[in-house]
């Protein structure tokens, strides 16, 4: 069987995100200029919302509201800390263990210190059920794969060296994609200060997440079983977010939600129309995501 040529669906994904950079200043001050409403004329209540259609090297962008305001990007942080690692990691069927510190309050609470998880399924667990405590494991093992700036040597040597240059290359990456008014601060997106994104930005790394085969495949699940090993060895049943829209919506084939207690409900969904696919961000504070985003799919 022929395999995909993945460098080449990256190479076009990444030309994609090239063009959105300059292409979305230039139909932003166009409409502006010309239009008082976005082209598909939505009347979306999200503080910022964007809508790229992904399908075609042009890249065409339907600005909705405000989408280079800065926000904060909640669990949105998580498909970036995904997409990171799989730009090193090897054979995500390797085990990772879960330590003490990596447990966080949260969705997705279902690790334990000393489990031993292999990264597919804490990727699943991450984008599906919004696992914090899965995300700090992810960074964390992901830190000791890569070179510590300060040490000049592998980051072996605590937890913090580890975290910080995971959380670092998220940044590098998040920079090679244009993501220029972006920061993240942790993997797992919860509120923490000198952390901020745009619903622009955010596009840009749902463009780039098509890119990666292993992240579109958990994030269009609505279930999955996480196999943990180690001192309490169990099946964990995964839950999507996103169930209840992937069963209203058809057309929805992955995405991801963010939410955090002072009332931002942000969402990322990537969808299907026959040929044409697109990404659409909602950076939202209070009211009801799920209808908003909803407004747009099936507009």
């Known amino acids: 069987m022929t395999q995909p040529d993945h460098n080449s669906e990256k190479r076009w994904h990444r030309a994609i995100t090239v063009i959105l950079t300059y292409k979305v200043k230039l139909e932003n001050l166009w409409l502006r200029r010309f239009c008082k409403s976005s082209?598909?004329?939505?009347?979306?209540?999200?503080?910022?919302?964007?809508?790229?259609?992904?399908?075609?090297?042009?890249?065409?962008?339907?600005?909705?509201?405000?989408?280079?305001?800065?926000?904060?990007?909640?669990?949105?942080?998580?498909?970036?800390?995904?997409?990171?690692?799989?730009?090193?990691?090897?054979?995500?069927?390797?085990?990772?263990?879960?330590?003490?510190?990596?447990?966080?309050?949260?969705?997705?609470?279902?690790?334990?210190?000393?489990?031993?998880?292999?990264?597919?399924?804490?990727?699943?667990n991450m984008l599906m059920a919004s696992s914090n405590s899965s995300a700090n494991t992810v960074i964390r093992n992901l830190g000791l794969?890569?070179?510590?700036?300060?040490?000049?040597?592998?980051a072996n040597t605590g937890l913090a060296d580890a975290v910080?240059?995971?959380?670092?290359?998220?940044?590098?990456?998040?920079?090679?994609?244009?993501?220029?008014?972006?920061?993240?601060?942790n993997a797992s997106g919860l509120d923490s200060f000198g952390m901020y994104t745009t619903a622009h930005d955010m596009l840009l790394m749902g463009v780039a997440a098509l890119a990666y085969p292993d992240l579109t495949?958990?994030?269009?699940?609505?279930?999955?079983?996480?196999?943990?090993?180690?001192?309490?060895?169990?099946?964990?049943?995964?839950?999507?977010?996103?169930?209840?829209?992937?069963?209203?919506?058809?057309?929805?084939?992955?995405?991801?939600?963010?939410?955090?207690?002072?009332?931002?409900?942000?969402?990322?969904?990537y969808c299907k129309h026959g040929d044409i696919r697109t990404i659409t961000a909602l950076m939202q504070k209070g009211g009801d995501r799920h209808k908003e985003i909803l407004k747009i799919i099936s507009g």
Request: a positive charge; aromatic letters at 4%; charged letters at 25%.
């Open 145 to 154: 794969y890569l070179p510590s700036p300060e040490l000049g040597q592998q």
């Open 217 to 269: 495949d958990a994030w269009s699940r609505t279930t999955h079983i996480m196999s943990i090993e180690g001192a309490s060895p169990r099946d964990v049943e995964i839950t999507s977010t996103l169930k209840q829209l992937y069963e209203e919506e058809p057309n929805v084939c992955g995405g991801k939600t963010g939410t955090l207690p002072d009332g931002t409900q942000n969402i990322l969904i």
């Open 164 to 185: 910080r240059n995971g959380v670092t290359a998220m940044n590098v990456k998040a920079q090679s994609l244009g993501m220029t008014r972006t920061r993240f601060t």
């Open 39 to 124: 082209p598909r004329k939505l009347k979306v209540q999200s503080v910022a919302a964007a809508c790229v259609d992904a399908s075609n090297k042009l890249g065409k962008v339907h600005i909705h509201r405000s989408s280079g305001r800065r926000c904060k990007p909640a669990s949105l942080a998580k498909i970036m800390t995904v997409i990171t690692a799989l730009d090193y990691i090897k054979d995500i069927d390797e085990k990772i263990t879960v330590e003490a510190e990596d447990i966080l309050s949260g969705n997705g609470n279902n690790l334990k210190a000393g489990d031993n998880i292999s990264w597919r399924d804490a990727f699943h």
